[in-house]
């Protein structure tokens, strides 16, 4: 599909699909388009590589699904491998990384789908340097290297680019520098690590050596996190809403309610401007955009 035939189709779509919240500024352009053959179970998780092709986690077959830039199905992959498919990132390198919180590893894919990489042990929860326990997220900074939240640890764990371990921080707990849960990533241009504490309502940002800098509160419990363009945006999958965050942590705006968003979970963004955001209990991924008005 053309680029111009790729603008049509939003207008079409959102002409189609009027879902809007009156308290921020995005607007619904439709929803992630699939073959009739597929039928998604919970979606926990969207990505975009440097082409603006489209990756989507979800826990049905196939678990893996990739569409090309213009929102068309290409290939699936994955059946038999996933317990819980939870979280999903493209490298620089065009790399499809997944977590399995259910078997507590994290898999790295071809674009085509070939596994090429596990770390952590299949079915086994660990701590250390040797392994997880339920991980949840992970994201890659300027340097190639991989931060992952290792949920049922309570920390961050970073690795380099080949997966070896280089540090951990943060436990369970309520303090600064600790985490309920340690749910989703986003990653700045300064290397700056956020981290979505679910159960203790906030964002905590840390440098990438783990050094405490902030806390960002107001939205409640933030299930994903992205960056786009200026702004942070969180999830928030208990209230169905997205929550604007500026640069200096203020919350500045919300959009959504449970009739537009059903359980907003991992997003992720594209070079076109559309924000991509996996729905839990939608079922779905729903594509928004800025509004024009």
Do not use: C
């Not at 890659?140 to 309570?154: C, K, L, M, P, T």
Request: aromatic fraction near 8%; charged fraction near 20%.
């Amino acid at each position: 599909m053309r680029p111009m035939m790729f603008a049509l189709l939003l207008i079409i779509t959102s002409a189609t699909t009027p879902l809007r919240a009156e308290d921020d500024v995005f607007e619904s352009i439709g929803f992630l388009p699939l073959p009739t053959n597929i039928e998604l179970g919970a979606v926990s998780a969207v990505a975009v590589d440097g082409a603006d092709q489209i990756y989507v986690l979800h826990r049905g077959n196939p678990p893996v699904l990739a569409f090309d830039a213009e929102l068309d199905y290409i290939r699936g992959w994955g059946n038999g491998l996933f317990k819980v498919p939870h979280g999903l990132r493209i490298d620089p390198q065009g790399h499809v990384w997944t977590t399995d919180n259910g078997n507590h590893v994290l898999r790295k894919f071809s674009p085509d789908g070939q596994l090429l990489h596990t770390l952590g042990t299949e079915g086994k929860p660990q701590a250390g340097a040797d392994g997880f326990r339920s991980p949840d997220d992970l994201v890659f900074d300027s340097q190639g290297n991989i931060y992952v939240a290792d949920a049922g640890n309570g920390r961050i764990v970073k690795l380099d680019a080949s997966g070896k371990f280089l540090l951990e921080f943060g436990k369970k707990g309520k303090g600064p520098g600790e985490f309920a849960t340690a749910h989703s990533l986003a990653i700045d241009a300064q290397d700056h690590i956020y981290v979505g504490d679910r159960g203790n309502q906030r964002v905590q940002v840390f440098t990438s050596s783990g050094e405490h800098l902030a806390d960002w509160t107001g939205l409640g419990n933030p299930f994903g996190l992205v960056f786009f363009g200026d702004e942070l945006i969180a999830a928030e999958g208990d209230k169905h809403v997205l929550g604007r965050f500026n640069r200096e942590g203020q919350l500045v705006g919300t959009w959504g309610n449970p009739e537009t968003l059903k359980l907003p979970h991992l997003m992720a963004t594209n070079s076109r401007g559309v924000l991509f955001v996996s729905e839990v209990n939608g079922q779905r991924v729903q594509l928004l955009r800025r509004r024009m008005d």
